[in-house]
């Protein structure tokens, strides 16, 4: 059984426009994938019904072969989300008390959200900032910061929505050599992205949405001569014959 399993899924919004419909899609434990398309087609609310933050006008989403919407707690320590802009889910005073939010709220003994926070903050290199207030980091560290916190949560999965967006180069590189760790650690990765320059040459494969339907999957490899078709801008390697080149060379 497929670690994810998403099943004839329709999200219809309050207006009457569907943000999504009818996909299916399943992903295994260990994948490291990027949901692409352009603006508005669907990609960032799709992967808003993998933990329950969105509900299904019609289908399912299964994790390990239980509904999302039959235990949202479950879904939310199994399925850990990263969106565009870090400040939303920045709530702590420090660095350290913003990675305990979480663990927290799940009602763990004080030494296992100690022990938890001095392991998040070694994997994502904020130990030394550990006192500091999150408004003075910079863009790249604030990232990081919010990955510590969902990674103080134990997730098997993590969901990055646009994660190199407001980043500058070297933030980026950061983040996405940590991006490749966490996947190296054992962790099934999600990217939402429609810079594919930065990631795709890392990433097992590719699923293209245009207006909420998936219109493409498959390996990157195989399908970069038509992303563009779908509004998504080919890596420069890829469109001067170079292959895909890692964006951290």
Same mark, same amino acid.
């Given at each position: ?23 299916? #899609? =399943? ?6 994938? $990027? +949901? /692409? @398309? ?7 609310? &799709? ?89 003075? #980091? =910079? ?6 910061? $919010? +990955? /510590? @916190? ?7 999965? &993590? ?25 190296e650690t054992g962790h099934t990765i999600i990217v939402v992205t429609h810079e594919l320059e930065k990631v795709i040459a890392h990433v097992n ?35 001067y014959g170079q292959g895909l080149r890692s964006w951290l060379i």
């Amino acid at each position: 059984m497929s670690l994810i399993q998403i099943k004839n899924l329709s999200h219809v919004f309050p207006d009457g426009s569907y943000g999504i419909r009818n996909i299916d #899609l =399943s992903i295994e434990a260990g994948e490291f994938i $990027v +949901i /692409a @398309g352009a603006n508005g087609s669907g990609k960032t609310t &799709l992967c808003r019904h993998l933990n329950g933050l969105l509900k299904p006008t019609s289908g399912d989403v299964l994790l390990d072969g239980l509904s999302v919407s039959k235990d949202l707690l479950r879904a939310r320590q199994m399925v850990g989300m990263v969106f565009q802009n870090a400040d939303t889910q920045i709530v702590g005073e420090t660095v350290q008390s913003d990675i305990a939010f979480g663990p927290e709220n799940l009602g763990l003994n004080r030494d296992e959200i100690d022990a938890r926070v001095e392991r998040v903050l070694n994997i994502v290199g904020l130990q030394d900032l550990k006192h500091q207030k999150p408004y003075l #980091l =910079s863009g790249g560290e604030k990232k990081r910061l $919010v +990955i /510590a @916190g969902v990674l103080a949560m134990n997730p098997r999965i &993590l969901v990055f929505d646009e994660p190199f967006s407001n980043l500058d180069y070297p933030g980026g590189r950061q983040l996405l050599q940590q991006i490749i760790h966490l996947h190296e650690t054992g962790h099934t990765i999600i990217v939402v992205t429609h810079e594919l320059e930065k990631v795709i040459a890392h990433v097992n494969r590719l699923v293209v949405i245009q207006n909420g339907r998936i219109v493409r999957s498959g390996e990157p490899v195989d399908l970069m001569g038509e992303v563009e078709i779908y509004g998504i801008r080919e890596p420069c390697t890829s469109r001067y014959g170079q292959g895909l080149r890692s964006w951290l060379i």
